[in-house]
Nanobody
Framework: QARLIESGGGLVQAGGSLRLSCASSGDISWDAMGWFRQAPGKEREFVAS????????KYAEFVEGRFTVSRDDPKNTAYLQMNNLKPDDTALYYC????????????????WGQGTQVTVSS
């Protein structure tokens, strides 16, 4: 059973940047990596995903070109580079894995990390 550990969250001012990392204890070569977030009082929502080859990448509409998802398979790590952050981006950010192809549905993912908090001040 793979274990996922997110890191890189923190407090940043609006317009700032953060780079989230998701390190897996297992081999991610055959996995799609997904990023989701959950703000207080809201449902968990899709942010981005990258498939097993890193070719098929999906983003939520609210990303609007500000975030970039990537992966480094030899390090079994995925990343979410977030630029031009807004207060509405404040949430607990999770990474998750599923076989092969990324999707936008949280229920499709098998393993989840514990999350890393991102707080954007205005």
């Amino acid at each position: 059973q793979a274990r996922l550990i997110e890191s890189g969250g923190g407090l940043v001012q609006a317009g700032g940047s953060l780079r989230l990392s998701c390190a897996s204890s297992g081999d991610i070569s055959w996995d799609a990596m997904g990023w989701f977030r959950q703000a207080p009082g809201k449902e968990r929502e899709f942010v981005a995903s990258i498939n097993m080859h890193g070719v098929d990448i999906k983003y939520a509409e609210f990303v609007e070109g500000r975030f970039t998802v990537s992966r480094d398979d030899p390090k079994n790590t995925a990343y979410l580079q977030m630029n031009n952050l807004k207060p509405d981006d404040t949430a607990l950010y999770y990474c998750a894995t599923r076989p092969f192809r990324g999707t936008m549905k949280a229920n499709d993912y098998v393993y989840w990390g514990q999350g890393t908090q991102v707080t954007v001040s205005s």
